[in-house]
């Protein structure tokens, strides 16, 4: 167990993710500036943007470290850049479209104190033009069936209702602390996602490792949700197509993807099939087929992937 509040004042490793959008990132630093907890590191990892962001992000916080990747590495690889760059005890990624709330940092520290089997915590999120109004409060398990979950308390107005520490199936991965301690025995994000899903799959890992997932409602932030990519992108209705796949088929026993797989592809793939073509949402109709494909051209490439633990 951590020693008491008063005693510990650990290095938290902000790190973030920009990617053409250095105007947000800029934001989420300015909130940081006057943050209640002042041990900290900001580090910025820049994915290839068109847009020069440097300038405009050490004006906003003189002392981030920015990182300029040469291409870009998705949200896993260029949070993973961002861990290996940091010196923290403690490490909190943060989607560049978050601002924080004063206790944000102190109370997921909490939880590293009073919860030794604690490797991942994560706060309240309300999303940032609508506030008051929760996003996340944990999250539900991934369904057997159809490989989809919900946040608990989504939509929701916050009247306290889910204001308990509480362990949670999933971390979200637009704000979520992590122990060195935990990472080093359980490694960094995995990659192959690219984009979405790789939180899933790497709180999957930290529970094989026997650590747990913590909400911690007394820690809130803002989220101003889907900046990056949209929120119906082609681009997300590809990876959320091909990564739904992917982690399913590292993360399910055998008997139950069977039984995934028939939904899948029973139901999933005409229903979705058929919405797209009544939308004449062609551009999302081959972004989903890409999906698909991707992990069948992949089979043998993504099995490797696969590990023999499972947990369901």
């Not at 609508?130 to 490989?147: F, L, N, P, S």
Request: overall charge positive; charged content about 20%.
């Amino acid at each position: 167990m951590l020693p008491e509040k008063t005693e510990y004042n650990p290095l938290v490793s902000i790190v973030t993710v920009n990617y053409n959008n250095a105007a947000v990132t800029a934001d989420l630093l300015r909130s940081l500036a006057g943050n209640s907890y002042r041990n900290i590191e900001v580090i910025v990892v820049d994915n290839a943007s068109v847009e020069q962001p440097k300038a405009i992000l050490e004006a906003a916080y003189p002392a981030v470290k920015v990182i300029l990747n040469s291409e870009n590495m998705g949200f896993a690889g260029g949070n993973n850049v961002g861990i290996n760059a940091a010196s923290g005890e403690f490490l909190f990624l943060v989607n560049n479209d978050t601002e924080f709330t004063d206790g944000l940092i102190e109370g997921l520290l909490d939880i590293f104190r009073q919860y030794p089997e604690a490797g991942i915590a994560c706060p309240k999120f309300h999303y940032f033009f609508h506030k008051g109004t929760i996003e996340y409060a944990g999250y539900q398990a991934v369904d057997i069936m159809t490989g989809r979950n919900s946040m608990i308390g989504c939509k929701e107005q916050d009247n306290g209702q889910y204001d308990e520490i509480k362990e949670t199936n999933y971390a979200h991965g637009g704000a979520m602390m992590i122990s060195r301690e935990a990472l080093e025995k359980v490694g960094l994000m995995p990659e192959v996602y690219f984009l979405y899903y790789e939180e899933f799959d790497w709180c999957e890992m930290f529970k094989r490792k026997g650590y747990k997932v913590y909400y911690q409602y007394k820690s809130l932030i803002y989220h101003k949700e889907s900046m990056s990519t949209g929120k119906n992108s082609p681009l997300k209705t590809y990876y959320i197509t091909r990564n739904r796949l992917l982690f399913m088929r590292r993360n399910i026993s055998l008997p139950r993807r069977l039984v995934f797989m028939a939904y899948f592809s029973l139901l999933t793939i005409p229903k979705n099939t058929l919405t797209f073509l009544g939308r004449r949402e062609m551009v999302h109709l081959k972004a989903f087929w890409r999906g698909v494909f991707w992990n069948i051209r992949n089979f043998k490439k993504s099995n490797d992937y696969v590990w023999n633990s499972r947990i369901y």
